[in-house]
Nanobody
Framework: VQLQASGGGLVQAGDSLRLSCAAS????????VGWFRQAPGKEREWVTV????????SYSDSVKGRFTISRDNAKNLVYLQMNSLKPEDTAVYYC?????????????????WGQGTQVTVSS
């Protein structure tokens, strides 16, 4: 499966953005999808994950209550709605897919990765 993340941009603190992860080459409903981010000089950080059906989600403490992951399997898309953005959310955001049935929280558990989209939040 090929993944393409999009929707990043430059926003001010408190603004919202919606990222999209588009899949091709496979049916996305066969994959759990996670979002990760990596800020300059920092390690990659897991952000959130959604199960194959969309019935289960999990969030890191740093984004819980502000970010929402969702999916439209008919369109082969996964979304990350980011509200109340903070400067510390600035990073390159990546979507990743895993075909196994359980939610995964580590990058090494994902087999397929998109190219990343830059999110910059100014104060």
């Amino acid at each position: 499966v090929q993944l393409q993340a999009s929707g990043g941009g430059l926003v001010q603190a408190g603004d919202s953005l919606r990222l999209s992860c588009a899949a091709s080459g496979a049916t996305l409903s066969n994959y759990a999808v996670g979002w990760f981010r990596q800020a300059p000089g920092k390690e990659r950080e897991w952000v959130t994950v959604i199960s194959r059906s969309g019935g289960a989600t999990s969030y890191s403490d740093s984004v819980k209550g502000r970010f929402t992951i969702s999916r439209d399997n008919a369109k082969n898309l996964v979304y990350l709605q980011m509200n109340s953005l903070k400067p510390e959310d600035t990073a390159v955001y990546y979507c990743a897919a895993d075909s196994r049935p359980y939610l995964r929280f580590k990058g090494e558990d994902y087999s397929y990765w998109g190219q990343g989209t830059q999110v910059t939040v100014s104060s």
